[in-house]
């Protein structure tokens, strides 16, 4: 089922679920990301690979060097956040299950660049999202994640530039600040993003 479609996640991990930058909704999000990849399949019992044998999951995440250029005490604006090799820079454990490696995409690497779209990211064979989705033939993307106004925002305006009819699933989504969140809505409503 959904042969052309694929889900996007971004940045759930740990540090912006409940670590340094902790955004606003986070565990509804994750909730319902798990529960929106449920509903992928018509036969409950199916696990995980099962699943993603039909139904494409795509993981962003924010991964920094420790004195990453993004960081206050280096000229940034946020507190440290998704440090490679500490637990806040993990996958949340409800949606670990769906992870592969070749469909992980790391962003912020490196030190002196900001990267808030999951089109910068790379997976570990070097490819990007955009190169992953178009061998994939995706038509329709779902996104997820946090933070709206950031990463996700970044995330669906470069999806829907390449091409690509994105649904943002709007319950699954956390944000730094609630009306910011409400804005960037409506915003990418008038960009042609559909907001579900
Ligand atoms: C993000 C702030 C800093 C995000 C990433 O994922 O939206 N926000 N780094
Ligand atoms: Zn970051």
Redesign the pocket.
């Known amino acids: 089922m959904m042969k052309n479609s694929a889900l996007v996640i971004?940045?759930m991990l740990y540090d912006?679920i409940d670590g340094s930058?902790a955004c606003l909704n986070s565990t509804a999000a994750v909730n319902e990301a798990a529960k929106f990849i449920g509903t992928m399949t018509d036969r409950p019992e199916e696990d995980a690979d099962e699943i993603l044998d039909t139904f494409p999951v795509l993981f962003v995440c924010?991964r920094?060097p420790a004195n990453h250029s993004?960081f206050k005490e280096y000229g940034g604006i946020?507190p440290p956040?998704?440090v490679q090799g500490t637990h806040g820079s993990a996958i949340h454990e409800m949606l670990m299950p769906y992870a592969q490696e070749e469909l992980t995409f790391l962003k912020?690497c490196d030190p002196s660049a900001?990267q808030?779209s999951g089109f910068e990211a790379r997976n570990s064979a070097g490819q990007s999202l955009g190169d992953i989705l178009s061998l994939l033939d995706t038509t329709d993307v779902y996104v997820c994640?946090?933070?709206?106004?950031?990463?996700?925002r970044?995330t669906c305006e470069d999806l829907k530039k390449a091409g690509m009819t994105v649904h943002l699933l709007s319950k699954a989504l956390a944000y730094?600040d609630k009306d910011g969140h409400r804005k960037a809505l409506e915003e990418m409503k008038g960009e042609g993003i559909i907001v579900e």
């Not at 994640?145 to 996700?152: D, K, L, N």
């Open positions: 971004v940045d912006f930058l924010d920094h993004s946020w956040h998704c912020g900001e808030y994640g946090i933070a709206t106004e950031f990463c996700v970044s730094v």
